[in-house]
């Protein structure tokens, strides 16, 4: 049963235009979570606003101004089950602009997918929230990458992104040896749920697989409850429900708490 499993956050990072935003979509309509009507109307949407091909991003790209500049600005949370977790998708926006945004998101993943372009490869903001993540101590990360279609599928590309990215882990203190390099496209739906008939050479798990491969996070439950409050939304007939990441401790239907103001200086 769902209430069984245990529970895992994800954060999709990585430079502006990756395709994070397109490849959660993907998971979740190849998933079911999104039907066939509702990808239909985003579609429709996507050419009205003259973004083509952005349908899959518009699954998590809910703001109209998102929508329009075809970059995500904002925090998106989706939830999804697998064989073995419920989880919590956060998709964070890959613009220098919004990393501020992108930290927020960090802190609350178990787990991270940082997603690289394969015909642009390494890209500043890559560098940049690889660094970020170390430095928010997710430590349990995998590499997706993602366009793969617009490289021809090709093996050559995919091993001279892995071997950039390679350095990069070295830098931060990372083994490349023990990282999941998955080699995927989005927009195609390869390698995201279906093994890629295109990529016969890539022998790894999928980006969907890949979730249940991660660890189960360290759950201190014998220390207080402690939840730092993320963000607070006005939701009509609920009233107001703030949201966070339950740290320490669990949180309980009916349990008393203790709401503190946060600091200020």
């Known amino acids: 049963m769902a209430k069984d499993k245990p529970s895992m956050n994800i ?10 935003s397109t490849c959660v ?25 003259g973004k083509a091909g952005f349908e899959f991003a ?11 500049r075809g970059v995500t600005i904002d925090l998106a949370y989706k939830k999804l089950m697998t064989d073995k977790y419920q989880i919590t998708i ?11 945004n992108m930290i927020t998101g960090a802190s609350q993943a178990d787990a991270a997918f940082l997603v690289i372009a394969a015909p642009s490869g390494v890209q500043p903001q890559t560098t940049e929230h690889l660094w970020l993540l170390r ?21 050559e590309k995919f091993n001279q992104v892995k071997e950039d990215v390679s350095k990069l882990l070295q830098q931060v203190g990372i083994k490349p040896e023990a990282t999941t390099f998955i080699a995927c496209s ?4 390869e390698n995201i749920i279906r093994k890629s008939d295109k990529m016969l050479w890539y022998k790894g798990p999928t980006l969907r697989e890949q979730i249940d ?18 963000d607070v939304y006005e ?6 429900v703030p949201v966070g990441k339950v740290e320490t401790g669990i949180m309980k239907i009916g349990q008393k708490i203790k709401v503190l103001p946060g600091r200020t200086g």
């Open 186 to 189: 989005g927009l195609q739906g």
């Open 90 to 100: 956060i998709d964070a926006p890959g613009h220098r602009d919004f990393v501020k």
């Open 235 to 240: 939701i009509t007939g609920i009233g107001t």
């Open 58 to 68: 518009y699954v998590m790209d809910n703001i109209k101004e998102e929508r329009e």
């Open 135 to 155: 430095t928010m101590g997710v430590k349990n990360l995998s590499i997706a990458i993602n366009k793969m279609d617009a490289a021809d599928y090709k093996e």
């Open 25 to 49: 979509g993907r998971m979740m309509f190849d998933g079911g979570a999104v039907t066939e009507q509702e990808m239909k109307k985003l579609r429709e949407e996507a050419v009205k606003n």
């Open 213 to 230: 491969l991660f660890p189960i996070p360290d759950s201190p439950t014998n220390l207080p409850m402690r939840m730092p409050v993320q």
């Open 11 to 20: 954060v999709f990072v990585g430079h502006v235009d990756a395709g994070k």
